[in-house]
């Protein structure tokens, strides 16, 4: 399955934080109907995925890495289980990215002038809203969570964007920014 080129993908979750919170409150007052309950998994998923990375939780994150790995960055480099478990257990890459924003390599800053912010710094410290909305493509059930953030220290991060595809009964990442 491809990414949408990145423009129109900001775009389109640019539109899920500022609506994401109208479309959840929408979906889950129509208790009982198929909408709802997809609406409930959802928020669910965006809680329980958030606080993992919040907590720096690396078991539980590896609860939502399929066995057939992870697509990463945005230049979607396919990542098997394995190597995204040996990194956490390492402390490095991926880990620094989620977690730790003091062993992230000078390779992974954009510019040499802007700190590198992990996620979990970026979540705890400046988040002003999050959104998690749910859609079928190509036949696959997904959830896209997305977090917006707004900050002096770290500012080329803007929007942070996973994506789930749903698959034996659970929520499993498809990719991570």
């Known amino acids: 399955m491809k990414r949408l080129p990145g423009g129109v993908f900001r775009a389109v979750l640019s539109a899920a934080v500022l609506l994401g919170g109208c479309v959840l409150a929408v979906a889950q007052s129509g208790a009982g109907s198929s909408k709802a309950t997809a609406s409930a998994s959802t928020a669910a998923l965006q809680r329980g995925f958030l606080a993992a990375i919040r907590d720096g939780d690396a078991k539980k994150f590896m609860s939502y890495v399929p066995e057939a790995g992870v697509n990463l960055g ?36 954009l ?3 802007e700190r590198a912010c ?4 970026l979540l ?32 080329s991060e803007r929007l942070i964007d996973f994506i ?10 498809f990719s991570i920014p």
């Open 74 to 109: 945005p230049q979607v480099q396919h990542v098997s289980r394995d190597d995204v478990e040996q990194q956490l257990r390492a402390h490095h890459g991926l880990y620094c990215k989620l977690f730790d924003s003091s062993c992230i390599d000078g390779a992974m800053k």
């Open 111 to 113: 510019d040499a002038s």
């Open 164 to 173: 789930f595809n749903y698959e034996a009964g659970g929520w499993k990442l």
């Open 118 to 121: 992990s996620y979990r710094e």
């Open 124 to 155: 705890t410290h400046f988040v002003v809203r999050t959104a998690a909305t749910e859609t079928t493509r190509n036949g696959v059930r997904q959830a896209i969570l997305v977090a917006e953030v707004k900050n002096d220290q770290c500012p």
